[in-house]
């Protein structure tokens, strides 16, 4: 079954610095990856996603994910934060049946000045 | 496009009374997703239907939570009786149905049983 990993539950990171947080996946199958993130007090929205193609991946806000396959790893980055990124930032994995996704458990990020 | 509907967007209720939470999906996506979040245990998924029916409901803690999509434009999540432990935000989401399709989520539904 695929499931997804988080590793680190908060990332605390100065303005202005480089942020990377990262995501691993099992899967014994293609998989499709995708990058969500939720403010306070709101839904979860999208940042970017890989289905297929170049392995890096241009999201929203100025985020980038690599997806690597020998490395079973889908790491999300930023080269410098703001801090209006802070929020906390969910990896999922497509797992079948339609349209359903497995959620990993979240990384805060915490942007100070 | 409105977005994803959710209502109420806070509840506060008595243990044992009826909660009744309401979504409308964005227009033309056929997948709609019930979601629960808590420090404790995360994002957690309830159920979700394809085309109006219910396709997984393995996530539904226990037989107090029932949900319905009686049409493509509406569905509900019930809890009868409620406790305590139910609190959270609960979220709807909907996409389209193929996979790697973007899940749109609600603002949520703020839960709390007293």
């Known amino acids: 079954a695929q499931s997804v990993t988080q590793l680190d539950s908060q990332v605390p990171v100065f303005e202005e610095a480089p942020v990377e947080l990262r995501c691993n996946y099992s899967s014994s199958v293609s998989v499709y990856l995708f990058w969500y993130v939720q403010y306070p007090n709101q839904g979860l929205q999208l940042l970017l996603k890989?289905?297929?193609?170049?392995?890096l991946v241009k999201g929203i806000n100025g985020f980038e994910a690599e997806f690597n396959k020998s490395q079973t790893s889908f790491h999300l980055r930023k080269p410098s934060v703001h801090i209006s990124d802070t929020a906390e930032y969910f990896c999922?994995?497509?797992?079948?049946?339609?349209?359903?996704?497995?959620f990993g458990t979240g990384t805060q990020l915490k942007v100070e000045l | 496009d409105a977005g994803v509907i959710q209502s109420p967007r806070h509840e506060v209720t008595e243990m044992g009374q009826e909660v009744t939470l309401r979504c409308k999906p964005i227009s033309g996506h056929n997948s709609l997703f019930w979601y629960r979040q808590t420090m404790m245990r995360g994002l957690e998924l309830l159920i979700y239907f394809n085309n109006n029916v219910p396709i997984d409901d393995s996530g539904m803690p226990e037989d107090r939570f029932s949900a319905k999509m009686p049409n493509a434009s509406f569905s509900t999540l019930k809890i009868q009786p409620s406790e305590p432990r139910d609190s959270a935000v609960y979220f709807c989401?909907?996409?389209?149905?193929?996979?790697?399709?973007?899940?749109?989520f609600g603002p949520g539904t703020r839960l709390l049983v007293l």
């Open positions: 989401a909907s996409s389209r149905t193929s996979g790697g399709e973007t899940q749109y």
């Open positions: 999922a994995v497509y797992t079948g049946g339609g349209n359903k996704l497995t």
């Open positions: 890989y289905l297929s193609g170049s392995t």
